[in-house]
């Protein structure tokens, strides 16, 4: 338990009066086999955990430097410094910017809520998965998509949208006067699931008498169903239900053929009018490659994952120059650059100010087959002279001996991992980057060397960690953490575009690098391709 010093009571007395702390509806943490409530309350305009509750439901060891002003928070062999003076953690040695400084309470320590997605997340053996719109907190391998539903009146037909993330295995059937949207998932994260409008072949959308089903309400006037899927951003599927009321055609065979569907619902072959029973919904399409050339040495694909993104700033320099911004403006250069250059189809896990969930962003490379995944990140240090880039691939200690072991099989003898369509088991995700650490290794080596050329590398240009975003994806997979906006002068060049040039010039130089080791081909990619 931590101590407490007479001191520092007392100046919390004069910061924290009463008033500006109140508490905040409860979080739910769901595991596999149970639910608990978790206690937030409101500090200082900030959402927070209690550090105690959060080290009896995942098994924390906290240990307090009074004289540092730090708290120590170990899981496993893993270990979160938090600082009590600022917002910022240092997670297995590397720097995470919090939304607020951890808060002392009379013997209580509290932490924002995110403090467990950032700090905690990274070095924790299972997946936990912070949704602060719903709260819930998800712990170990549960699957609970998230379901938003949009109805639309179009003439005769009413379409209802299903967003699902990620994208979960689904069918889609009719039991009376309900279509039932069954999931292969434990339960159904349905905060926005409601109908927004009702018509005469919709009441209403609602979760079913089963956690994992989606359940819609027929109207009077409904005839007939036809559903299809299409992919959705980031990982997820959208599932576009179009119901066919009676005016149209008369409730028989033939009243929904595909022709009668409006622009953007695809044929549904499976879906026939009336049908009953469980309909399989069609696969996914795959989308078509940008340019179809002959593998260019390998590479096909590239996923290029900007860090951070919607509420989620990241690392925040002095001047206000946002991690979120800098990762968005140099992945855009890097797409641009490579598909000039490579001519091969890079996808970015965000193209906007916007929140993605760590483990869809390796779901979205796993789900387009990436040979390739680069996580972009700024960095931040209590200490602003720190400055200089670095590369990261994972460190495999930490994610159990079945990730070790993992590391010695053969990649093409391990499941596909992702989520992604009905096709892929849910296995250990921990297990999908293991099988490519020697090549994320030696990614991360020609990456850090091509960085070098170009741009100042810190002291420790080439490390491990235990990063959460590389862990699920089945390629080989870096982070690289492009400066430290701590570091005023290193802020405003990472934020202007020539620093971004040099660091986009270096990352197209060390897949080049990597394509031409790996591959034998030439450093020269300009011939016998365009
Ligand atoms: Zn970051």
């Given amino acids: 338990m931590p101590t407490v010093s007479v001191a520092a009571l007392c100046l919390l007395t004069i910061v924290l009066p009463a008033q500006q702390l109140s ?32 080290a009896r439901l995942f098994s924390l060891t906290i240990r307090e430097d009074a004289a540092a002003g730090g708290i120590t928070v170990t899981s496993g062999s893993q270990s979160v410094v938090l600082s009590l003076q600022q917002p910022l953690a240092s997670v297995a ?34 997946r936990i998965d912070l949704r602060k719109p719903s709260r819930l907190l998800l712990v170990g391998d549960v699957r609970l998509p998230r379901i938003a539903a949009r109805v639309e009146p179009l003439g005769s037909l009413t379409r209802v949208t299903l967003d699902v993330a990620p994208s979960t295995p689904h069918t889609v059937s009719q039991d009376g006067q309900r279509l039932l949207v069954r ?35 027929l109207g009077p006037k409904f005839a007939s169903f036809r559903a299809a899927d299409q992919p959705g951003p980031a990982g997820s599927t959208r599932i576009v239900i179009d119901l066919v009321a009676q005016t149209e055609a008369p409730a028989q065979p033939g009243a929904a053929q595909p022709g009668a569907a409006q622009p953007g619902a695809q044929p549904p072959g499976a879906a026939q009018p009336g049908v009953a029973l469980p309909q399989p919904t069609p696969p996914l399409p795959e989308p078509p490659p940008v340019l179809d050339l002959p593998p260019a040495g390998g590479l096909r694909t590239i996923v290029i994952d900007a860090g951070h ?75 602003p002279n720190v400055s200089g880039a670095q590369v ?105 575009e020539a620093e971004q040039n040099l660091i986009v010039q270096a990352l197209v130089d060390g897949i080049l690098r990597y394509r031409g080791a790996t591959q034998g081909t030439p450093l020269d990619d300009g011939r016998g391709r365009r």
């Fill in 23 to 54: 508490s905040a509806p409860p979080y739910t943490v769901v595991t596999r086999d149970a639910r608990r409530p978790l206690a937030a309350r409101v500090l200082g305009g900030q959402e927070m955990f209690a550090l105690d509750d959060l």
């Fill in 93 to 126: 040695g590397r720097m995470i910017s919090l939304p607020a400084a951890a808060v002392r309470e009379g013997r209580a320590v509290y932490v924002p809520v995110d403090f467990v997605s950032r700090a905690l997340a990274p070095i924790y053996t299972q």
């Fill in 183 to 217: 999931f292969d998932a434990d339960a159904l994260d349905a905060a926005d699931l409601r109908a927004s409008t009702t018509t005469d072949t919709l009441l209403n959308v609602h979760v079913g008498d089963a956690p994992q089903v989606v359940a819609i309400d």
């Fill in 309 to 383: 993104g919607g509420d989620d700033a990241g690392a925040r320099g002095v001047q206000g120059v946002l991690e979120k911004d800098v990762t968005l403006g140099v992945a855009r250069r890097l797409k641009a650059a490579l598909e000039a250059r490579l001519g091969v189809r890079v996808l970015l896990t965000r193209d906007a100010d916007q929140t993605v969930l760590s483990d869809q962003r390796a779901a979205l490379a796993n789900n387009n087959k990436a040979d390739l995944f680069i996580s972009l990140h700024a960095n931040a240090s209590v200490r």
């Fill in 392 to 496: 990261f691939y994972l460190n495999l200690a930490g994610y159990g001996d079945e990730a070790q072991r993992a590391s010695q099989v053969r990649a093409d003898s391990l499941p596909v991992l992702g989520g992604g369509s009905r096709e892929i088991e849910i296995t250990p995700w921990e297990m999908a980057q293991a099988s490519h650490i020697e090549q994320s290794a030696a990614f991360a080596r020609d990456v850090e060397a091509a960085l070098r050329a170009r741009v100042p590398m810190s002291p420790r240009a080439l490390q491990q960690a235990p990063l959460r975003v590389l862990v699920g994806a089945n390629m080989p997979a870096i982070l690289v953490e492009v400066g430290f906006l701590t570091n005023a002068q290193q802020e405003k060049r990472l934020a202007g």
